[in-house]
C-alpha cells in the first residue's frame, strides 16, 4: 500500500464503495483517507448514566443490558424496539431500518456498551440506531473514538461511523510505511512537534486529549508552513528571474510636479510609501507590490507621483479602475492635477467612440500619450503601448487573476505592477492570501481629516434624522441617501429605490435631488454625478454603485437606508464617500426595529470604529474567509486544519519561521534541510492554484 493506492484497493472498501465513497466525499486514495480528520472524538472511558441525563443530541456512550426488544407494526411502517438499562434508569433504543439478522442477533441481557446519539421525545430519552459492544468483545484500548464527518447516504448503504473507523484503524496500521518525516529535527525540537507518524496516528486515535491537540497543531503548522515555504520560494524566484524595466532616474517630470503643483503636503505614511516603490522600481526586476490604504487616505496621488516616475524613465503607465464612474473620477482628477503640464492623459472606458479610440490606440503606440487611465477597455488585445512601464490596477480584488495577467503581456520586458486595495483584508488574509506580493500600508490619514460620526437610527427617528440633513444642508453640505440594490436585475431593489427618491424629493422638495444607479446609461450616470459634484444638487439618491471610489468632498452626510442588508466591508466602503473634506462627516445607519444578531454585531461595529482593519477582522469572523475574498479566489482557503479566523497566532509564526529558513538557506540546500525540499516538490508544487496572482 501507498499514499496513492486506490481506495478501491483496501481492505474492507473494494470497488462499489470505493466508488460510493468517492462520489459523496471525494476521497479516492489511501492518502485522502489518512486526511480524512474526525470532526470530533469520543472518549470511551467516558461513561454516561441514564438517571444523570440532561442534554440530547449529544453522542454519549452508557454501559448496560438490553432486554424486551420487539417489532412495532404501525400500518406499513414497522420499527424495531428494546428496552436499555443501567443502574440509573432505563430508555428506549429504536430502529427504523433493520435487517431480521439484527434483530435475531441482538445481545438481550448481557453486559453490553451502546454509543450514539441521544433524542428526547415525550421527555423521554431515547437512542436511535445505536452501535452496540458486547463487554468481552470490546476493543481493550482507551485511545479516544474517532467520529467522521458522515452522511445519511453513506450510513444507509453501511458505511456508517463503524465503518470508517476500522477502516482507518487498519491504515494507521501502515503509517510506518506510508508517512515520512517533512521537517528537520531542529524544528520538531524547538516545536515540540510529535513525530508526523505519532500525528497522524494521534490525529485518528488520540491516545488522549493532549496528544490529540499536539496532533493538530502540528497538521495546522504543516498546512501553513508548506504554503507559506511555497510563496517564499516563489518570491524568491521571481525576484531572480522575473525580468522589469529598471527606472533609476527621478527627473523633472517628477520633481516639477512636485514642487510647483502638489496641491497638498504629503502624509508620512504617502511618503514611506513612495520611497517603496521606488526602490523596488529602481531594480531591473519586475516590481510586484500592494498598496494597502483605508478609503481617503490618499493612494491616488501615489499612483500619479509613481507614474509621473515612469515618465521620468521615458515609460508610459496605465490605471485601470473597476467601474466607468471611478475610470472617469481618475481621470477627471489627474487631468487636473496635470493641466498646468504638457504631460498627456487620456480616458479608455467601453463607451468610448470609435473615432476617439483610434486616436487613443494610435497615440499609446507612438508613444505620445503618456498615461491612460481606463476600465477593463484597457486589457483588449487591440490597446498596443510603445512602451508600458506600469500598470497600476485600483480597488484590486475586483479583477480576476487572469485579467491581471493579461497587462504583463502588454510589454516585452512585463510593465511593473501596482495594486490599489481600498479593502482592507485581516492580517491573516493578507499573510497568506498576498504571500507572492510586496505589500506597502498607508496607515495615515491626510491631516485635518475629522472621523466620521456613525450613528445607528431607526423608523420613529426618521423625522428627526431629516431635520438634522437639512441642518447640514443648509451649513452648505450635500447628502448621500444610499439604498440597498444587490443585483442590479432585482426588480425589489429597484422599486424601493424608486419609491426612495419619491420619498425624498417630497420629504425634501426645497433642494435638487440627484439619482444614480447601475441601471442607468453611462452618460446619463455622468450627468447625474456631475449635477451633485458641481453642488447644483444638494441630495443624491444612489445605489452601491456610489460605494467605489466616487469623490464629493462636500458632501459630509450619509444616509444608509436598510443598513442591515449591507455587509460590513460595503457598509465601510460605503461611509468612505463621506468625510473626504474638512467638514465634520456623519454617516447615519438606518434600520428596521427587529435586528439579527449578526446584523446587530455589524451595526454595532460600524458605529464603534472607523479602522478598516478592525472592521475587516469582525467581517471574517462574521462570514468566514471565503466569503471575504469572494468565490473567484476561494481557493486560497482551501486548508483542512488551519483556520484563518481563529489561527492567526500559528500562521504569523510559520511565516517567520519560513522567512528565517529561507533566509539562511535560499534554495533549501542544506543536508538538514532535504526532507523539506523533498516533500515539497513532492506534494505542494503546483497546489498552489493561484501561483500567479499578478
Ligand atoms: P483613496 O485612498 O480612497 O483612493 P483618494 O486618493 O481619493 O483616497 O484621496 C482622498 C482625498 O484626500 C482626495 O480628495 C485627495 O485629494 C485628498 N488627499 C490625498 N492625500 C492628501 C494629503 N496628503 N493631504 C490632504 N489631502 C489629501
Ligand atoms: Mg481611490
Known amino acids: 500500500m501507498t499514499l496513492e493506492t486506490s481506495i478501491e484497493y483496501v481492505k474492507g472498501i473494494g470497488p462499489e464503495r470505493a466508488k460510493l465513497i468517492k462520489n459523496v466525499l471525494g476521497i479516492s486514495t489511501v492518502e485522502d483517507l489518512l486526511h480524512f480528520y474526525p470532526i470530533r472524538y469520543i472518549d470511551k472511558n467516558k461513561i454516561y448514566k441514564i438517571g444523570n441525563l440532561q442534554e440530547s443530541n449529544i453522542e454519549i456512550q452508557l454501559r448496560g443490558k438490553i432486554t424486551q426488544v420487539q417489532e412495532i407494526h404501525n400500518g406499513k411502517i414497522k420499527r424495531l424496539t428494546a428496552k436499555f438499562n443501567d443502574d440509573t434508569g432505563s430508555m428506549d433504543l429504536v430502529w427504523f431500518q433493520y435487517s431480521k439478522w439484527l434483530k435475531e442477533q441482538l445481545p438481550v441481557n448481557r453486559e453490553v456498551f451502546i454509543f450514539g446519539k441521544i433524542n428526547v421525545f415525550n421527555n423521554q430519552f431515547s437512542m436511535p440506531h445505536p452501535e452496540i459492544e458486547i463487554d468481552e468483545n470490546r476493543e481493550k484500548d482507551n485511545r479516544l473514538k474517532p467520529i467522521y464527518p458522515g452522511s445519511e447516504k453513506l450510513t444507509k448503504r453501511g458505511l456508517n461511523q463503524k465503518f470508517f473507523q476500522v477502516i482507518l484503524r487498519n491504515i494507521c496500521k501502515e503509517i510506518p510505511t506510508l508517512i515520512h518525516e517533512n521537517l528537520p529535527d531542529y524544528l520538531i525540537q524547538s ?5 508526523r507518524q505519532d500525528t497522524y496516528l494521534n490525529i485518528h486515535f488520540p491516545e488522549n486529549n493532549e496528544f490529540l491537540t499536539k496532533a493538530n497543531q502540528r497538521l495546522k503548522f504543516e498546512e501553513s508552513f508548506f504554503f507559506q515555504l511555497g510563496f517564499g520560494l516563489k518570491k524568491a524566484h521571481h525576484k531572480t528571474k522575473s525580468q522589469g524595466n529598471p527606472f533609476p532616474i527621478v527627473g523633472d517630470y517628477f520633481t516639477d510636479f512636485y514642487e510647483k503643483h502638489l496641491p497638498f503636503e504629503l502624509t508620512n505614511a504617502q511618503k514611506r510609501v513612495l520611497k517603496e516603490i521606488r526602490l523596488d522600481m529602481k531594480k531591473p526586476i519586475q516590481m510586484n507590490r500592494l498598496l494597502q490604504g483605508d478609503v481617503g487616505s ?88 510603445k512602451n508600458l512601464g506600469l500598470a497600476i490596477i485600483d480597488e484590486q480584488h475586483r479583477f480576476g487573476v487572469a485579467q491581471r495577467a493579461k497587462l504583463w503581456a502588454k510589454n516585452k520586458i512585463p510593465p511593473h505592477i501596482l495594486v490599489m486595495t481600498a479593502t482592507p483584508i485581516p492580517r491573516t488574509l493578507a499573510m497568506s492570501f498576498y504571500s507572492d506580493l510586496d505589500v506597502s500600508v498607508i496607515d495615515e490619514m491626510p491631516v485635518g481629516r475629522k472621523p466620521i460620526i456613525t450613528a445607528h437610527r431607526r423608523e420613529k427617528d426618521r423625522t428627526f434624522v431629516y431635520n438634522f440633513c437639512r441642518d447640514e444642508i443648509r451649513k452648505g453640505r450635500q447628502i448621500y441617501f444610499v439604498y440597498p440594490l444587490i443585483e442590479e436585475s432585482e426588480t425589489l431593489d429597484y422599486k424601493n429605490l424608486m419609491e426612495g427618491l ?6 425634501f422638495s426645497e433642494y435638487n435631488v440627484a439619482m444614480l444607479h447601475g441601471r442607468m446609461k453611462p452618460d446619463e450616470k455622468d450627468t447625474a454625478m456631475n449635477y451633485f459634484a458641481s453642488g447644483k444638487a444638494e441630495i443624491m439618491v444612489a445605489t452601491t454603485v456610489i460605494e467605489v471610489g466616487v469623490n464629493v468632498p462636500n458632501a459630509s452626510v450619509m444616509v444608509i437606508e436598510s443598513a442591515e442588508r449591507f455587509g460590513l466591508s460595503q457598509l465601510h466602503q460605503l461611509r468612505g464617500r463621506v468625510g473626504r473634506g474638512a467638514e465634520q462627516s456623519y454617516c447615519i445607519l438606518m434600520t428596521s426595529d427587529k435586528l439579527s444578531t449578526e446584523s446587530r454585531t455589524r451595526i454595532k461595529t460600524m458605529t464603534e470604529t472607523n479602522d478598516g482593519f478592525k472592521i475587516s477582522e469582525v467581517d471574517m469572523q462574521l462570514r468566514g474567509p471565503g466569503d471575504i475574498l469572494g468565490t473567484q479566489q476561494s481557493g486560497v482557503v482551501d486548508f483542512k486544519k488551519l483556520d484563518l479566523v481563529n489561527d492567526a497566532v500559528i500562521i504569523k509564526n510559520t511565516k517567520k519561521i519560513v522567512e528565517k529558513i529561507l533566509e539562511a538557506d535560499p534554495l533549501l540546500s542544506r543536508p538538514d534541510h532535504q526532507i523539506i525540499k523533498n516533500y515539497y516538490l513532492q506534494f ?7 501561483s500567479k496572482i499578478s
Open 191 to 195: 516545536m515540540k512537534f510529535l513525530s
Open 684 to 690: 505542494y508544487k503546483g497546489k498552489n492554484k493561484w
Open 298 to 385: 490618499g493612494k491616488t496621488m501615489v499612483a500619479l507621483l509613481t507614474m509621473l516616475i515612469a515618465l521620468d524613465n521615458g515609460f508610459q503607465s496605465c490605471i485601470m479602475a473597476p467601474t466607468e464612474i471611478l475610470a472617469q473620477q481618475h481621470y477627471n482628477g489627474i487631468k487636473d492635477l496635470l493641466k498646468e503640464t504638457s504631460i498627456k492623459v487620456s480616458l479608455l472606458t467601453g463607451s468610448v467612440k470609435a473615432s476617439a479610440r483610434k486616436i487613443i490606440h494610435e497615440e499609446l503606440e507612438n508613444g505620445e500619450l503618456a498615461i491612460l487611465v481606463g476600465t477593463h477597455a484597457v486589457l483588449e488585445d487591440k490597446v498596443r503601448f
Open 502 to 507: 419619491e420619498y425624498v424629493m417630497q420629504s
